[in-house]
């Protein structure tokens, strides 16, 4: 996700500015707010999909149990760097390794290599007042070229490890949590997370409806399928699951005039929003994958215009503390993709295909 640049001025910001954060010319009203876990800061990271997801998982167990975790961010960020580096190998140079990625990356090392609490696992060394990977990646892509190179996955691989122990410390193989010992694995299942139980949707007409595909976007390093939709589906799917209390994690293009972190909403000119003007954006790069954020619920503004609202992770920035509302015609026209609770997909042609599994696909 291109947002690093972003993300340093907020930094910043936080700890110079002693201006007063400016307020919003709109007002809102929330009909709907589920349940959900404090801000985090991503800090000089890019890791976006991370944090959604986990705040994800975060928001179901609250509306559950109403019982508060941290799940560890890191945790997941470092198992995908492991995987970038082993892909970065079998290609022989020619994936990449990436900053940013997308959620089901989150939904893949819940499956395969379980979740932590975030006391378990900060993912960075005392005294770190923020994540900053910049150093970390540079090293890493480093030692994934050189091991082609030497061709030598195995020694390599030992190197990337400790890199990642210098720099986000050293995963314990056992932890206790709430006076009960787990591992990742027995973590994961205890608190009944399954990565299966989600799907990534998206709606392009590039594609057939009903249909998975790869998205042909940068962040999608890892080919992951998307269930492919009419843009009213994909709405109505989200809407069917947020008046269900779930939340929605969200994916879509951030660098338009009218997303303001700063004035706390997202909102675009008062033109139409179709199928075929999305596409054209899409097709034209206007549309980009930028961000992930969480969707925990709907208002409506002082002109009874429809939100969703957005939980991000930038830290407790602009006048609603890290909270973002962004408007219906913001959500349809620069939305790359949403994933949600599989059980609220209802396909809708009976020509419909399964709907993926991110965790397995991936």
Known sequence: MKYTLWLLFFVLLSACSTE?????????????????????????????????????????????????????????????????????????????????????????????????????????????????????????????????????????????????????????????????????????????????????????????????????????????PFYNVPLDSLEHFVLTALHNGQTVAWDGDIHEDGFSAKLGYAITPNIPVSQESRQQDFENFSTTDDHMMQIIGIAYDNQKTPYYILKNSWGKHGPYKGIMYMSQDYFRAKTISVIIPKKFVRPLSSEAAPLPCPGNNV
């Open 20 to 224: 007063e954060k400016p307020e919003s010319k709109l007002t809102f009203v929330d009909e709907i707010m589920l349940p959900h876990t404090s801000v985090r800061n991503q800090g000089l990271t890019q890791t976006c999909w991370a944090y959604t997801m986990a705040s994800i998982l975060e928001s179901n167990h609250l509306s559950k149990t109403n019982d508060t975790i941290r799940l560890s961010v890191m945790y997941a960020v470092r198992q995908k760097y492991l995987k970038q580096f082993e892909q970065y190998y079998y290609s022989q140079g020619t994936d990449e390794i990436r900053n940013g990625s997308l959620g089901h990356s989150f939904l893949w090392v819940l499956q395969e290599k379980g979740a932590m609490p975030d006391d378990a696992y900060k993912g960075y060394l005392p005294g770190a007042k923020y994540h900053d990977h910049r150093a970390l990646l540079k090293q890493l892509k480093n030692l994934a070229k050189q091991a082609v190179d030497k061709r030598d996955l195995q020694t390599y691989r030992i190197k990337a490890e400790a890199l990642l122990d210098k720099h986000m410390g050293v995963v314990p193989q056992q932890f206790i949590f709430k006076g009960v010992e787990y591992t990742p694995r027995t973590f994961a299942d205890a608190l009944g997370f399954k990565a299966d139980d989600y799907v990534t949707v998206t709606s392009f007409t590039h594609h057939p409806f009903y249909n998975s595909f790869i998205l042909e976007v940068p962040d999608n390093w890892e080919h992951a």
